[in-house]
């Protein structure tokens, strides 16, 4: 049905069009011209309506998401006007100063335009905009390695990007709360450099401050003391030197203070004691002294404290008790503490870290063995003793155990083995004695076992040991072990990346055993001082991972064969002090493009190392070239040329271990104990 009102439904036909007179063609050009005044009539007032809507929508937008609008015109006068008292007259008369600068943005170059406010909520917006811009500038913003949207138009609370960390999003840059009023600032490892600015005070509803991993230098401003809302602080990882501000006690909301990784010095200041609210308490790696504050012990919320890697001293404190019932963590790690442990520390049942390495402590273990909650244990670098068997008596779940480095007796008890959690056990350089256990239930997760330097005998029990299937680091070495080396059991612990069985003379005499063939993904194999005979086997050269071979101090005889040529990772090669003959195979070891440490000395190798030391590639990486020069041999790029067989009585203990600092990776070897012999450094191999 045809709508008499529509225009549109008073066209003519197909038909019509085609079939009319030249009557009906004027009658036509009529009605088509009255036709188009009413659809231009109709048209007109939709266009004005639509734009009229399109400014609305656009005016209540900018109202929204812009800096207050103003009618007058802002300039830099205007703005230090405004600012007042709030920073330095001088810094303000300084046209280089961070605030000069922030001030002439602001009128000049923002492009947000802002004019003079004329609210007070106009003047709170433009102020704030000043002080973030200063703390901008002032802490190097044209290095920043993002800029976060900072000085863009919009306003202060969309300087911020929505970032992946981890399998989280979240927003760094600055952040604003419903009011529009700045909340936090997150900008961690974002190249920030520079003095905070005594503008940072003047964002008087600040919570959160996280800048770690910058590199802020100087000391907080004291007038930070006024931010009474802070929640959390986060400035590790930078420059800050001086005092850890007492005045810190006055944010009594802080739950959060983080300020490890710097240069921190002089005492712990007594006030912290004051922060009840106070649940992470991170000053480790400063260079803090002094005793620690007894006034600590109030700091009942505490779920983590790291107090590691400075200069305290004193005895271990009695008020780490029952009263701290929530701390979760304790690194006492690096410091210069002493003294034997208060009975108190076993009433801390909250506990499932707990690091008290490298210090003086003395005395019995019997209070750690309360703590029945332990994950993590690192006891290590101290003068503890007592049996170990008392020290893992309620050990039931811990995964990590570090008590190398002590005066710990006795033997190594079955129920050692018995949670079902141990990943790392690290026993090492103690005073332990009798066998292995030979009874170890299969299924144990274990990662990393060192037992080196101690004085464990009897027959490596590789059947039990086969169990850990997992195991990637077995140390052995320096102890009484008799028996055979190895057996074939060991050719089920194929995730062996480490092997250390060296200097253990007490082994049964023989080869070099063919099982160790199965283990292809050893990175280091020492069997120094192990009573090998016989030749280098060919298969030698199917551990293509090797970085390390030691077979040092033992009977071997024949060739050094081709296959080490196909170790192309090799960096340490050590075949010195055995019965090996014949041309030194210089043409292989030239293909070894990192190899640092070649040790040939105490032997019988003839030939020449020219070819080797022409090698541009060798004649960089090589540091330690030890041989006997003289007896038809020459070498010049020795780097000790021996005439006689004590010229190189190092020890070389090539197994110098993996600490936990590193995660129980190697970062570097160090063939010695001695702290000023030379380190060096590793490849890193992708993929390897």
């Not at 063609?25 to 659809?39: F, H, L, P, T, V």
């Not at 008392?390 to 006795?410: F, R, T, V, Y």
């Not at 274990?446 to 464990?456: G, Q």
């Amino acid at each position: 049905m045809l709508d008499e009102t529509n225009p549109h439904d008073q066209l003519p036909t197909v038909e019509e069009v085609t079939g009319r007179s030249s009557r009906d063609e004027r009658n036509y050009a009529s009605r088509r011209k009255s036709w188009c005044k009413g659809i231009r009539l109709v048209l007109c007032v939709s266009l004005f309506a639509l734009v009229g809507i399109a400014i609305a929508v656009i005016v209540a937008l900018n109202l929204n998401s812009q800096p207050p609008q103003s009618m007058g015109v802002l300039e830099v006068k205007d703005v230090m006007a405004l600012i007042d008292n709030t920073s330095a007259s001088l810094a303000l008369e300084d046209k280089n100063s961070p605030q000069y600068q922030a001030a002439e943005w602001v009128a000049n170059l923002d492009e947000a335009s802002l004019g003079l406010p004329r609210s007070e909520k106009d003047k709170f917006a433009l102020l704030q905009r000043y002080y973030v811009a200063v703390f901008a500038i002032a802490l190097d913003f044209s290095r920043w390695r993002y800029d976060f949207s900072f000085f863009s138009p919009g306003s202060v609370c969309s300087w911020n990007w929505r970032v992946r960390i981890g399998e989280s999003r979240t927003y760094l840059g600055v952040l604003c709360n419903q009011r529009g009023e700045v909340d936090a600032i997150l900008l961690p490892e974002n190249r920030l450099a520079g003095e905070f600015p005594d503008e940072i005070s003047n964002l008087s509803n600040l919570r959160l401050l996280w800048l770690s991993g910058n590199r802020i230098n100087g000391t907080l401003p004291t007038n930070m003391q006024s931010l009474t809302n802070m929640t959390g602080i986060n400035v590790g990882g930078n420059k800050l030197s001086g005092s850890i501000p007492a005045w810190l006690s006055k944010l009594t909301k802080l739950e959060h203070l983080h300020m490890q990784g710097n240069k921190l010095e002089n005492s712990i200041p007594s006030e912290l004691g004051d922060l009840s609210t106070l649940t992470y308490l991170d000053l480790k790696q400063n260079d803090l002294s002094g005793k620690l504050p007894v006034e600590l012990g109030s700091l009942s919320n505490l779920v983590r404290l790291d107090l590691g890697y400075n200069d305290l001293s004193g005895d271990f404190p009695s008020w780490f008790d029952n009263s701290m019932t929530k701390l979760g963590m304790l690194r006492l790690s690096n410091n210069k503490l002493k003294g034997s442990l208060p009975d108190t520390l076993g009433s801390m049942t909250s506990l499932r870290a707990l690091f008290l390495d490298d210090n003086q402590f003395t005395g019995d273990v019997g209070p750690i063995n309360q703590l029945t909650t332990l994950r993590s244990l690192f006891i290590e670098d101290n003068f503890f003793e007592g049996d170990i068997e008392s020290l893992m008596e309620n050990a039931k779940d811990l995964q990590i155990l570090d008590a190398s480095d002590n005066l710990l007796h006795g033997s190594i008890p079955e129920n050692l083995f018995s949670g079902k959690e141990l990943l790392v056990l690290d026993l090492h350089a103690n005073f332990l004695d009798g066998s292995l256990p030979r009874s170890i239930p299969a299924g144990l997760p274990l990662e990393f076992l060192s037992l080196h330097e101690n004085d464990l005998e009897g027959e490596i029990p590789w059947e039990a040991m086969s169990n850990w299937t997992s195991l990637q680091h077995l140390d052995l070495s320096s102890n009484a072990f008799t028996g055979p080396m190895v057996t074939s059991n060991i050719t089920q612990m194929n995730q062996l990346i480490y092997l250390f069985l060296a200097n253990n003379t007490g082994f049964d005499e023989g080869s070099i055993p063919d099982e160790l063939n199965a283990l292809t993904n050893l990175k280091e194999l020492s069997l120094k001082s192990t009573r090998r005979t016989g030749v280098i086997p060919s298969w030698i050269g199917d551990l293509r991972r090797l970085l390390l071979l030691d077979i040092d101090s033992n009977n071997l005889t024949g060739s050094i064969p081709e296959q080490i040529g196909k170790l192309f990772f090799l960096q340490f090669l050590l075949l010195n002090r055995n019965n090996l003959d014949g041309d030194l195979p210089a043409d292989i070891l030239s293909r070894l493009p990192f190899l640092t440490m070649l040790l040939l000395d105490q032997n019988n190798i003839t030939g020449s190392a020219s070819e080797l030391c022409a090698g541009d590639k060798i004649a960089t990486n090589l540091q330690e070239f030890v041989a006997d020069c003289g007896n038809g041999f020459t070498c010049p790029c020795c780097t000790l040329c021996c005439e006689d067989d004590n010229c190189n009585d190092g020890d070389f203990l090539s197994p110098y271990e993996p600490i936990w600092e590193d995660a129980y990776i190697r970062n570097y070897w160090n063939f010695t104990d001695d702290e000023s012999s030379k380190v060096f450094q590793p490849f890193f191999f992708y993929g390897l």
